[in-house]
């Protein structure tokens, strides 16, 4: 088994640090999660309730198949192909804006369609319940457009959450591509803010998601590591 990729979360607190893996095996790649400590294994072997819980949303055809090999330890389809971010960009740089909101308005509309339309308050947003339904992390380069079959496959599907807000999922997705592509929307002067405003997000819903975004941090990081 030869090593592709590693990546090692230990930043984050014991009970959720995971170490991921693209693996050759026999003339294929696979993905593996690994839970680093003992503490770590109860949280990795919920992938395989999260896998359920994103095939009854999207379909089997549209998740990253995923199965429990041992006690932490994961094993995921390996999915080649473009993603979500990388096309939705390919308009960005040549200018055509209308083609780039029409993509993100698809994300909202379809990959988001059964979150709620409300924004939580801070009081009814829990990120640490065990209950399990929608992907806080259903960022753009979560989903690749396979390149053998031309659907979408959902790719992680660690962290989900009793309740999630379509503007939330949606703030978190635009600020990490902002972060990601943070040339070239300063190339076109178009700062994060008016991105966001431009997905509909108004003022009010932007300082609740930020908000909330801390919450789920805090819950999650070690930030003795920092």
């Not at 230990?10 to 400590?37: D, H, M, P, W």
């Not at 789920?216 to 590591?225: E, K, M, N, Q």
């Amino acid at each position: 088994m030869k090593v592709i990729y590693a990546q090692s979360a230990r930043y984050r607190k014991l009970e959720y640090s995971v170490l991921t893996q693209i693996v050759e095996f026999e003339g294929r790649r696979l993905v593996l999660k690994k839970a680093l400590n003992e503490q770590a294994i109860p949280f990795v072997n919920g992938l395989e309730k999260n896998y359920q819980e994103m095939v009854k949303q999207y379909g089997v055809e549209h998740v990253a198949k995923g199965e429990l090999l041992s006690p932490g330890i994961f094993k995921m389809e390996y999915i080649d192909g473009e993603s979500f971010d990388v096309r939705c960009m390919q308009y960005f740089k040549i200018g055509d804006f209308e083609g780039f909101i029409q993509n993100i308005v698809y994300y909202y509309q379809h990959m988001l369609a059964d979150y709620t339309n409300d924004v939580l308050s801070v009081k009814d947003f829990n990120p640490m319940s065990p209950q399990r339904k929608y992907n806080i992390d259903l960022s753009f380069n979560n989903i690749i457009f396979s390149s053998n079959s031309g659907e979408f496959k959902i790719i992680d599907y660690e962290w989900l959450l009793p309740s999630v807000s379509r503007k939330l999922a949606c703030f978190r997705a635009i600020m990490l591509l902002y972060a990601q592509y943070q040339f070239w929307f300063q190339k076109k002067e178009m700062t994060w803010e008016m991105l966001l405003s431009g997905c509909g997000l108004e003022k009010e819903d932007i300082e609740l998601c930020m908000e909330q975004g801390k919450m789920f941090y805090r819950s999650v990081l070690d930030l003795s590591t920092n």
